[in-house]
T-cell receptor
Framework: GAVVSQHPSRVICKSGTSVKIECRSL??????MFWYRQFPKKSLMLMAT?????????EQGVEKDKFLINHASLTLSTLTVTSAHPEDSSFYIC??????????????FGPGTRLTVL | DAKTTQPNSMESNEEEPVHLPCNHS???????IHWYRQLPSQGPEYVIH???SNVNNRMASLAIAEDRKSSTLILHRATLRDAAVYYC??????????????FGGGTRLMVKP
């Protein structure tokens, strides 16, 4: 089946530093990947849509200069949280579609990255 | 995207069937009904989806009302590993098709041994 990985699974950083999170599709090529954020006891909120070879599309209220997204290849998208602050502490989850499966856009999710900013 | 309404939480006994309801009264004719679940501290996992007809797969069954204004996810025999938050999501098809999923609050299923 389609597998999506994320690295790291957990990261703790100091306030003001930048953190990069990787999302990889392991057994398929993904032209589109999605980045979500989830606060404790809350639902997932879409942050941005990452398109291979072009700029990401950000949801309203998400600062594109703070959450840098790069989708340089068909199997890798990265999310960089720049100048992280404690309020950025959250569970970050990526997902991807496998366009070859033809199953009406089922998305495959990564295991998530828990970011804690001290 | 059309909105879905789910109970905040439900309880079930292990090895009994579970029926998780979802209301989507504003569903359009081309919207697909998707179900995902999220186990604690993990990313969501696809469960099942359908358009008009009932669907079965190895994980669950999806019963869709004739008017499509509601659906029910059926776990035939709940196990402790089925304890998760279950999300019912409408995904636009046809000319309104987009790739993103909009998550609501979901139903937290608790399974008692």
């Amino acid at each position: 089946g389609a597998v999506v990985s994320q690295h790291p699974s957990r990261v703790i950083c100091k306030s003001g530093t930048s953190v990069k999170i990787e999302c990889r599709s392991l057994d398929f090529q993904a032209t589109t990947m999605f980045w979500y954020r989830q606060f404790p006891k809350k639902s997932l909120m879409l942050m941005a849509t990452s398109n291979e070879g072009s700029k990401a599309t950000y949801e309203q209220g998400v600062e594109k200069d703070k959450f840098l997204i790069n989708h340089a290849s068909l199997t890798l998208s990265t999310l960089t949280v720049t100048s992280a602050h404690p309020e950025d502490s959250s569970f970050y989850i990526c997902s991807a579609r496998d366009p070859t499966r033809g199953d009406t856009d089922t998305q495959y999710f990564g295991p998530g990255t828990r970011l804690t900013v001290l | 995207d059309a909105k879905t309404t789910q109970p905040n939480s439900m309880e079930s006994n292990e090895e009994e069937p579970v029926h998780l309801p979802c209301n989507h009264s504003t569903i359009s004719g081309t919207d697909y009904i998707h179900w995902y679940r999220q186990l604690p501290s993990q990313g969501p996992e696809y469960v099942i989806h359908g358009l008009t007809s009932n669907v079965n797969n190895r994980m669950a069954s999806l019963a869709i009302a004739e008017d499509r204004k509601s659906s029910t996810l059926i776990l035939h025999r709940a196990t402790l590993r089925d304890a998760a938050v279950y999300y019912c999501i409408l995904r636009a098809g046809g000319l309104r098709a987009g790739n993103m999923l909009t998550f609501g609050g979901g139903t937290r299923l608790m399974v008692k041994p």
